[in-house]
Structure formats: C-alpha cells, structure tokens
C-alpha cells in the first residue's frame, strides 16, 4: 500500500463522513442532534484541510465553527423553548421539486467540474515558497497580513458591527406597562382602584 | 501533486454546497435553516482551500479567513434575530413568518 | 506682513465657530465677549495691514488654498490686500466693531443674545471675505453669504410675521439683483475664459477691440446685481422693509456691510465700466434719480429708522451717480464717511428706541433732548455730517462728488441738479428728523416720558467714537482731490485717469462749489427748522399744503402696491392655471399610470408568499437553468 | 519506516499512559495535601498511607449500576462523557516534555509529535470539550442539569478566549505555533517579560478546568454538582478522569510555554554531556509541573468559590484587558529586545 492509496482510502472516508453527517444536518428531527452532526461535519472536515496541508484553516475551523458558532446555535436552542417546533411538521410542501432541483443542480456542478474547469496559472506560493517561510501557518501571515491587510481589518470591522448588531437585537427590551386588554381580571381591578385612589388625593386632575 | 486530484474536492465542496442549500429549502425550523447555510459556506470553503492548494496561491486559504469571518458574524447576528423573534412571535418556524407577503 | 492678512476674516469666522457650537449650552453672554475680540481682532490686523501697505498700493494677493479642481479651471482661495481692499477692511471691520460693542448693551435682555452673536461675527466675516476676494466666484459666493446672514438677521425675531416677511422680501429682492449678477459672472467666463480680476482688467480693452458692446452687456449685469445688493431702484424696496431686525443689524446693513457691496463691486470693476460709455451713464441716472427719489419719501416717514433707510438709499444713489461720471474715487470716500454718519446715525436711534421702550413713531417722540444728551450731540453731529455741513465727514465727500458731477460734462448738470436737489432734502429731512425727536415740545405720554432715559454706557461709548469718526472722517480728503485718500487711492482707480474721466477742478471752481454746498444744507436746515420748529406739531399740517403729493411720498409712489398688484398678483395667477394643469393634466396622467400599474401588480402579488423558502427556491431554480443554459452553450 | 511507525506506537502509548498512570496518584495526592492543609489526616485506610484509596474508588464507581434517566436521549447521553474525555486524551498528542534525546546515533522528540499549529490543534480541543458538557446536560432531560451546563459552557466558552489571549502573546514572541520549538526559544521563561499574560493564562487554565476558585460548574457544597448530576457509575468516572487530565494538560503546559520547560538544564550541557543535560531537563520540567499542581490543590484549600457574576465579571472586566495589555507588551517586546 503505497502513501497515495492511504491517502486516498482516507479521503475517501472523511469525505464520506462530511456528506453523509451534512445530509444528517437535515434530515434530523432535533435541532440539537442537527447541530452535533454539523459538528461531525466540521471535524471532517478539518481532516479534509489537513490532507490539503492547510493545518492552520483545519484548526481554525475546529476552533471558530465548533468552538463558537456551533456552541452558539446550541446556547440559542436551550435558551428557546423548542417543544413547540419540534412537533410540528419539519419539511416543506416544497421539499420534493427542491429535491429534484437540487439533484439537477448537483449534477450540472459535477458536469462542470468534469468538462469545463480547467487549473488556471500557477501562483507563486509553492509547497517550496510556503516551506521557506516556515510553514502554513508563516505563510498565511505573510499573505493575509502584507498583501490583504486591508480587507483583514475590514473584515474585523464587519466582526465588530455584528457584536454590536447581535447585543442590540437580542437585548431584552424593557418590559412596556401591558394594555388592560392583556392584562388579567384581578389586575385590572387593582389597577382601576389605584387609579381611583390617586386620583381623590389629587384635586387638581379633573374627574 | 494535490492528493486525490482536485475534482474530487469540487465535487465534494458541491455536494455540501447542494445538502446545504436543500437544507434552507425544505427545512421549517428556522435554526436548521442557518446551519443549512453553515454547510453552505463549509462547501464553498473547501472549494477555495482545493482551488489555493492546486493554483499554489495562498489568496485561496487567506479567502476562507475572511469567509470564517462572515460566518461568525452571520451566526451571531442571525441568531440574535431568531431569539428576537421569538420573543416576538413565539415560532421558529419559517412558514409562519410571512408578514412580507403581497 | 501681508501674510497675515488671513486673520482678518479668520478671526470673526473663528468667533462664529466658537459661538454657534458652544453659544446656546455652554457661553450664553459670553460670547459677546468672544464675538467682540473677534472683530476687535480684524479691526487690529486691518489698521496693521492698512499702515504697512500706507507706502505702497500695489496690490497683493495671499494664496490659502486650492478650493475646487475641475478639469483645467481651479479655483484658488485667495486674499487681495490692495488700496480699495484695505479701505474697505477699515470701514467694515471698525463699524462693525462699534456695533459689535453697542449690541452687547442693545441684545441684552434677549432671549436669542447667543444666536446674535453668532450670526453678527458670521455676517463680518462674509463681507470681509467679499472685500478680500481676488477671484469673481469667491466675490459671489460671499455675496451670497452676506444675503443669507442679511436674512437671519433682518429675520432674528421671526417670531414676528412681519419680521421675518421682511426677511423674505430682502432674501427674493437680492435673488432679482443676484440672477443679474450671475449672468455677468458667467459673461465673464464666458469671455475672458477667467474669473481673476488682475486678468479680467488686463484683459479687458482686448475683449472691448474684438467684441464690441460685451463689456457693456457684462457691466449692466453686474449693476443689477449692485442695484439689488446696494438697494437702488427699483430694487431698492427691501432696504426700508429691513427695519425689522434690531437696531445694530440695521446700522450694520446700512453702514458698514451688505448695502456697501454693491458700490464696492462696481468701483472695483472700474477697469471694465470705463470701457463702456452706456453703462456708466445707465450708473450715473440710476444712482441720480435713487438719490432724488429716495429723499423725497423720507420726507414724509414717520418711523424714525425708516427716515433713514431711505437716507441710505439716497446716499447710495449719490454713490452710484459719483460712480457712473467715473468719480471713483469720490464714491469709496463718500462710502467710507457715510458709513461712519450712518453708522451713528442708526446706532443712536437704536438707543432712542432703546430709551424710550420701544418707541418708533416720531410724531410720538419730541424734547427728548434733555433726558438723552448724549444720544441727541452725537445724533445732532451725525445729521450734521449727513447735511454736508463743514468740516465734517459728509460735506467733503459729498462735495467733492457733486464737483465731479458737474464737471463731467453736459449729463453732469441734469445729474448736478437731481444730486444737488437730494442733498437739500436731504438736509430737509435729517433736520425735520431731529426736530422731531429731541426739540419741540414733548408728545408722550407724560407716564412714559418720565421713563425715558440715557443708554447705558456700552452704548454710548460706540456712539462718541462714531461720532469722532463723523467729525473726522472727512479730512482723510482734505484738501480736495489731493488728500490722503486720493493719494492712496489713486493707483487703483487709474483706469478713470487712463479713459480721460478725472477732471482736475481749479481752486476757485472747488471753493464756489463748497459756498454752494454749504449754503444748499444751511438752506434745507433752515426750511425743516421753519416748518417743524416754528409750526409744530407739523406733520398734519405740511401734509395739508399738497395732499395729493404727500399721498404719493407717503406711499412710497406707491411701488410696493405696484409690485405686490403686478408681479405678486401676476404670480399667483399664473400659479393657479399651472396649479390647474397640474392636478388636472399631469396628475391626471400620472394617476393613470398608478393605476395601471396597480392593476398588474395586483395580479402578480399573487405570487409573493412572503416565505423566503419560496423565494430561495426561485434562486436555485434560476441558479440551475443558467447553468443549464451554459453546459448547452459550452458543448 | 518501521522504526517511524515503531516509534509513533510507543510515543502515543506514553502519551496515553501518562495521563492514566499520573491521575489516580494525583487525586490521592490531593486528597493528603487537603488533609494536611486543613489539619486533618486525609485518606490512609487502604495501601499505605492510603496510597490505593482512588483504585478502591474506581472499583467502585465501576461496580455501581448503571443508571439513564428516563426520557434521557439515549445515544447523547452515553456520548458526552466520552466527548469530554477524548479531546483532553488527545491534547497529549502534541505536549512536549522535553526537547530532543540524541542517543543511540538517532534523534528521538521528547514529544509524540512536532505539530507545527501544535497550540492551536490544543485550543481547538478545548473549544471541542465544551461539548461534552453541553450534550451532558441537554442529554439527561433534567433542568438542573440543563441549568448547570449553561452555566459550566458559558464559563468555559468566556475563559477559553483567554487562554488564547494569553497564548497569542508567547506566539509573537516564539513565531512559531509549534510547542517544542517555543520550548527551545525560551532563553528567559516567557513567565518574567510576560508575567500578566502568566497570570492571564493561570486563571484561564483554572477555569477551563473547573477548578477552584472556578469550579462553578460542580460546587459541591451548594448546587449537589451541575451538568453530571444524572450521571453514575463509570460514566461518571469519565469526567472525574477527564477533569484530572485536563488538569495534568494545563500544568504541562504551563511549565512548557511560560516556565520554559527544562529550563534552565540546557545552559549545562557544556558541562555535563548531552545524556545528563536532557535527563535534568526532564527533571526540572516534571518539578515545575509538580509545583504547578501543588500550586492548584493550594488554591482550593484556600480561595473561597467565585459568585457566578464575579465570575463572568473578571473574565471580561479583569482578564481581557490584561490579557490585551500583556498582547501589547509582547508586540513592544517583539520590536525591541526580541527583534
């Protein structure tokens, strides 16, 4: 068994395991389980970005899909009370002409892939270029930090807009005085009678 | 040079970049939904990756920072809305907020 | 130390600053305190400036920065520091200085005294700019900018219907002179392919040689524009109205900035308007027949400002007329002493009413020389200078510029008449104007006139200095025609020497005219003491002699109704038929089209569930057929 | 290849065994440094001085029944103390506890591998673990549970961005990802430039752990422990073990990134040999991790247990700035005396 086999039977495997924990993404009843076969999904894929050597992106999707965003659909889910939607119907009317569209559009992916996609010019970063700067991750820096700083920054920016979009919208708003049409009967009365109260101390609101 | 050739990673990227994108069509639970489109992104990254190790151009890899990043966002906003939401009309469910209907 | 000329202008516009972000919360009075170091600051860099450019008066320019880039045209801020310049930098920032002063004691129970002192600082700066500019476009821009701070502040108590009317009226008034202005401007462009004066004026005999009569066209133009800005007729019906914004405002307008401007532009354009005969006679009648016209309705004013308002417009016409037989010189020296006269005039006035709580109406007024003494010497020198009366301001300037009417040849003696004819009325209503107020017997109320009192001493101060001026101003031209305002003058006025306009009067030629002059005022005075002293209380009785004619003066020859009959009347004639087609024509088409429209979208809404999922799906549907559509295209 | 392969099995081996030889003894160990602290004997029944006491215990959690609660989700349930116990496994995959063995005519790594992202392959394993406690507590359909792993993963989820805070410091100055070589450059214990990012990264670590004065997430004495509270038996050894592993990682790694690792032995190998020098490497480094844990029983013999918002408050009140402040001092110390 020569190296490129093994590597093959084990892309073979993990890209296995990605498409067939996505399609348990959707197909899963509980939004919990759905979130933990994303996260399946995730860890294989990092595997896939190991055997592409792109150790630093492996790691970082562990860290930023598993780490946070998953964990954060998770947090949501507690917070929520999900009994109500889980009982109800999950998929759409729409689901089989979805269905058949997506195949088509899959197919016509893989025809594309096939035919008419051929590997365009070489760039200068080689396995040789990305060795001397002392490994993926250098190499990366040296990418992301000298020839895209600006887009990196900006990138932090649009970070730092969602924090802030996100803390406002979930922000629990302070609760407004209820309208007596949701109010309960006895609380209703008490109101009416503290308003009655008020309003013999102060003569000079007119009755 | 890359290992399986690069097709095998295209194909790979459609197939989560298409179970995604069932995934926001024929889900009603608005959460699933975003995770849909987690997969969405997840197959596009992969692409980028395939494409950066192939082309020997590092941009590929430096791209699917960026595209972490929106995801990131995207969580976070978007899950702020889902909880809004549900403060304000008690479902998750997508079929039940149409209010921008004709 | 012509570097520093950018201070000037910064100074007050720094003031401006300071007092609108900060007036409202944080300074309230104080920036009276800040508004008056500004301009006390322009005051102090103008006098350096003026003293160390006393030698030499060729002009110069401070570079500040390039504006505007637009293809080959760039527009330059620069400051020009040159005779004309630094003269009219005296006279603005010193006047307004002593309005600054007097403001802080006339505003200071109002409630808007911050806003005051920002809009004054802002309307100095504007002018000063408009005096500094060496460039057509910034001169309009700021030209503008003065007509804007004259509208805030004609308008500063628009609680009033009537104030900020009058702010309406002068803002659309200038707008008529302004569109005259710009036509000019874009002529100018047009023509000469530049908007810099240095290049203009030696342009200028070249574009005369090859287009004949373009000059012309251009120089009316631009006197539309001063005959809006300068309240000359007919534009002039503005001015009177503009009563309404407090006192300083009003000595401000009329003495020191704004009204100016006009006469500033014309004689700075001198090199163009002597190339062409028919704009200086079309200047000349103008600015005659305002003179004239203008003093007969102060006649028979009773509002005290409004006397001299159209006292203004009248000596402003004497300007344009000394302006139009090429007396440049004369006119910027009649500029710079009016300004001071006027000034004290306005000022004192103001602390009359300030005196007499609010009082405007003259035949309400009288014997308030006793209670007011100050107020009424200062006002007394002021209408003296105003008179022609020797030594003091007015009578040099005005001398000289009626001599130099009168030699300009055969116009110069129907022009000599009208002129001469104003200053008698002139005298009249000045000295009806103070017999009325201060002399004579009193005709308040007892009650109120027990509270009439002296100004306090903010406002006063500014007064006896105005006053010094009004004495002294006028010997900066002494003896005539060679005094120090002539010398310093003299280069930039050299065009009208050039064209053979500047007539070098004989000793005994000026010492006639001065008998004559001064016997003309003395006579006016005289006539005013005769029919408002000796015969008061007058005004019903003089208006008895010729009913009809003081009818007419009354009315203001009943312009305003004219044009509030015809061109408002007309407008809103017109308005109503467009405001016809427009909800019936147009609205009906337009009607038409919503409603077709909505029909279809009517039908289409169908088709909007309002579920994402529905319209994503469309996307991939869409996504699949283009590709499709590619794979077959591909093969 | 062979040799490579022989020498990967043995390396994952001692990898795997260290962590399961070292636990047992050291909650032993915990246990008598309590009892001495708060004057009182500890465990001494079985073995001597009860030196087996913690495999009695074992024995016995292993022989209890094993209990799922009814309405628990079954395949969750039995998966999440395996979640937490993989990832803290796996970390050992990259901890280096020394440098380079030149013996025999070949070079053997003190570490089972060089990774060279081999500081975040461990953070990413830590973010992994929050899962086993979030599956945990949904898993057993019982609020406290429930309520108990809110709290444990936001704990967890908060300090874990610390911990990287005070890494990224040591990066800049290592340049490099990789655990040996940021060994090797540490001429000076990263601990003395950058001793806030040290401290930093000690709480960080005590949180991670849920140790006290952070160990929220149980709190014996008030909340009867929070997200295992269902758990019994073996299943709940699993965090037990996995709780100590994590433990034992973080002192490794504390003595390896900010002490320096065997430092300061390599400074001797002019004079004792190469053999001898590795060796007192060795020696040191396990002394510092020692300390370390003595360091860790200390505290919960002394502090008092954080409120839950005190908690959260000096996460991002306290740490975040400091670990911000340590960032700078690094980056200035990178263009200065590091350049």
């Not at chain 1, 979130?35 to 970082?60: D, K, N, P, Q, T």
């Not at chain 4, 990832?87 to 020394?98: D, E, R, T």
């Amino acid at each position: 068994m020569n190296s490129e086999t093994l590597l093959s039977l084990i892309f073979a495997y993990l890209a296995l395991a990605c498409v067939a924990f996505a399609v348990l993404v959707i197909m899963l009843r509980n939004p919990v389980q759905c979130a933990l076969a994303l996260v399946g999904v995730v860890f294989h894929l990092a595997g896939i970005f190991i055997l592409l050597r792109a150790e630093f992106l492996a790691a970082a999707h562990i860290i930023i899909y598993a780490g946070a965003i998953i964990v954060l659909f998770l947090f949501t889910m507690m917070l929520l009370n999900l009994g109500v939607v889980e009982r109800a119907r999950q998929f759409h009317v729409q689901a089989p002409l979805a269905i058949v569209v997506g195949a088509i559009l899959f197919l016509e992916f893989v025809v594309l892939t096939g035919a008419t996609i051929t590997v365009g010019a070489q760039g200068a970063h080689s396995p040789a270029w990305v060795a001397g700067q002392g490994g993926n991750v250098q190499a990366l820096g040296q990418v992301l930090f000298r020839d895209y700083l600006l887009p990196f920054e900006i990138a932090s920016v649009l970070l730092t807009a969602a924090v802030v979009g996100a803390i406002v919208l979930a922000k629990q708003k302070p609760r407004r005085p209820r309208s007596s049409s949701q109010m309960g009967v006895g609380e209703w009365m008490a109101e009416r009678y503290e308003k009655a109260k008020t309003r013999e101390q102060d003569p000079a609101e007119p009755r | 040079m890359i290992i399986p050739a690069l097709e095998y990673y295209l194909v790979l990227g459609a197939a989560l970049f298409i179970i995604g994108l069932l995934g926001v069509l024929v889900r009603r639970n608005l959460l699933i939904v975003f995770m849909s489109i987690e997969l969405i992104l997840l197959g596009a990254n992969v692409t980028f990756v395939g494409f950066a190790v192939a082309l020997n151009n590092m941009l590929g890899q430096a791209f699917v920072i960026f595209s972490l990043t929106v995801a990131a966002a995207e969580a976070a906003v978007g899950l702020a809305i889902i909880v809004a939401l549900s403060r304000h009309r008690d479902t998750l469910n997508v079929d039940e907020i149409d209010t921008l209907k004709g | 130390m012509v570097q520093v000329a950018w201070l000037i202008p910064a100074l007050p516009l720094i003031a401006f600053a300071i007092n609108g972000a900060l007036g409202r919360t944080y300074l309230k009075k104080r920036t009276g305190i800040i508004a008056n170091a500004g301009v006390l600051g322009a005051l102090v860099v103008s006098v350096l400036l003026f003293v160390a450019q006393l030698d030499h008066a060729e002009p110069e320019t401070v570079s500040l920065w390039t504006w505007a880039v637009s293809g080959d045209f760039a527009l330059d801020i620069v400051l020009r520091v040159d005779a004309l310049t630094l003269v009219m930098l005296l006279v603005v920032t010193s006047v307004s200085f002593m309005v600054h002063v007097y403001s802080i004691g006339y505003m200071d129970n109002d409630p808007g005294f911050w806003r005051f002192f920002t809009y004054l600082p802002l309307f100095v700066f504007a002018m000063i700019m408009l005096v500094m500019a060496n460039n057509l476009l910034v001169l309009f821009v700021f030209w503008e900018a003065v007509g804007l701070c004259s509208y805030l502040l004609i308008g500063f108590w628009f609680e009033r219907q009537s104030a900020s009317a009058a702010a309406v009226k002068a803002f659309l008034t200038n707008r008529i002179g302004d569109v005259g202005f710009l036509i000019g401007l874009l002529l100018i462009w047009h023509v000469f392919g530049t908007l810099n004066y240095d290049e203009i004026f030696s342009l200028a005999p070249v574009v005369e040689a090859a287009r004949p009569g373009i000059l012309t066209l251009i120089c009316l133009m631009l006197f539309v524009g001063a005959m809006g800005k300068s309240a000359q007729f007919p534009l002039h019906v503005w001015l009177p109205d503009a009563m309404e914004g407090p006192t300083p405002v009003s000595a401000l307008i009329h003495a020191a900035t704004m009204v100016t401007a006009g006469v500033y532009m014309v004689a700075r354009f001198n090199p163009l308007y002597v190339l062409s005969s028919t704009a200086m006679t079309v200047v000349a009648l103008v600015g005659a027949f305002t003179a004239l016209f203008a003093a007969t309705i102060g006649l028979t004013q009773n509002d005290i400002k409004r006397v001299l308002a159209y006292s203004t417009v009248s000596q402003l016409g004497l300007m344009f007329m000394a302006l139009g037989v090429g007396a440049f010189t004369a006119a910027i020296f009649h500029l710079a002493t009016h300004a001071f006269f006027k000034g004290l005039l306005f000022l004192g006035s103001g602390s009359v009413i300030h005196g007499t709580d609010e009082e405007q109406d003259m035949q309400r007024m009288g014997g308030l020389f006793g209670k007011m003494p100050v107020t009424g010497a200062t006002y007394i020198i002021g209408g003296l200078a105003l008179s022609g009366i020797i030594p003091l301001a007015g009578f040099w300037s005005k001398d000289e510029l009626l001599g130099a009417t009168l030699l300009s040849g055969d116009l110069g003696y129907l022009l000599f008449v009208l002129g001469a004819l104003a200053s008698l009325l002139t005298a009249v209503y000045t000295f009806r104007m103070i017999f009325l107020t201060f002399f004579g017997k009193t005709r308040m109320a007892a009650e109120r006139f027990s509270h009439v009192h002296e100004s306090p001493r903010v406002m006063t101060v500014p007064l006896i200095v105005l006053a010094v001026g009004a004495v002294g101003a006028g010997f900066v031209g002494v003896p005539p025609e060679h005094g120090l305002i002539h010398n310093y003058l003299h280069d930039t006025f050299l065009a009208a020497e050039f064209a053979g306009l500047v007539h070098v009067p004989s000793t005994v030629f000026v010492l006639a005219l001065m008998a004559v002059s001064t016997v003309i005022a003395l006579l006016g005075i005289l006539v005013a003491y005769g029919i408002f002293m000796r015969r008061s209380p007058a005004p019903e009785s003089v208006a008895g002699l010729a009913p009809p004619l003081h009818a007419l003066l009354v009315n203001k020859y009943y312009l305003d109704d004219f044009y509030d009959a015809v061109l408002a009347g007309g407008t809103r004639t017109a308005g109503g038929l467009f405001a016809w087609f427009d909800l019936n024509i147009v609205d009906g088409v337009v009607n038409l089209i919503g409603l077709v429209v909505r029909g279809v979208g009517g039908g289409l809404r169908r088709m909007q569930t309002g579920r994402l999922e529905n319209y994503a799906f469309s996307v991939a549907l869409g996504t699949a057929l283009v590709l499709a559509f590619y794979i077959m295209m591909a093969r | 290849m062979t040799e490579l392969v022989i020498a990967v099995i043995v390396k994952s081996l001692i990898a795997f065994a260290i962590p399961l030889l070292v636990v047992p003894p050291l909650i032993w160990g915990e246990r008598r440094i309590l009892g001495r602290i708060q004057s009182r004997i500890g465990p001494n029944r079985v073995g001597p001085f009860g030196a087996f006491q913690t495999l009695a215990d074992a024995v016995k959690l292993l022989g209890k029944e094993d209990m799922i609660p009814a309405g628990a989700d079954r395949a969750l349930f039995i998966l999440a103390p395996f979640l937490l116990f993989v990832p803290s496994f796996m970390a050992w995959s990259v901890v280096p506890i020394g440098t380079e063995l030149h013996i025999f005519g070949r070079v053997i790594g003190l570490y089972p591998t060089d990774l060279n992202v081999g500081l975040l392959y461990i953070l990413a394993l830590t973010s992994v673990s929050v899962y086993g406690i979030v599956m945990a507590g949904w898993a057993s359909n019982s609020k406290y549970a429930l309520l108990g792993s809110l709290r444990s993963s936001a704990q967890m989820i908060s300090y874990e961005i610390m911990l990287g805070l005070a890494l990224v410091g040591v990066v800049v100055l290592a340049g490099s990802l990789s655990l040996p070589e940021i060994v090797r450059q540490q001429q000076v214990p990263y601990a003395i430039p950058l001793i806030i990012g040290t401290f930093v990264f000690v709480c960080a670590a005590l949180a991670e752990t849920n140790r006290a004065p952070f160990d929220l997430p149980e709190a014996e004495t008030e909340l009867v422990s929070g997200y295992h509270v269902e758990y019994s038996g073996w299943r709940f050894s699993f965090f037990f073990l996995a709780e100590y592993a994590n433990m034992l990682l973080a002192s490794f790694l504390v003595s390896a990134v900010f002490l320096g690792g065997g430092w300061p032995a390599q400074f001797l190998e002019p004079y004792i040999g190469h053999l001898w020098a590795t060796l007192l490497a060795l020696f040191f480094m396990v002394s510092k991790v020692f300390l370390f844990l003595f360091f860790y029983f200390w505290l919960r013999a002394t502090l008092p247990r954080f409120r839950y918002d005190q908690m959260m408050n000096f996460c991002w009140k306290v740490l975040l700035p400091l670990g911000l402040l340590n960032l700078a001092v690094a980056t200035v110390l990178k263009l200065t005396v590091y350049a």
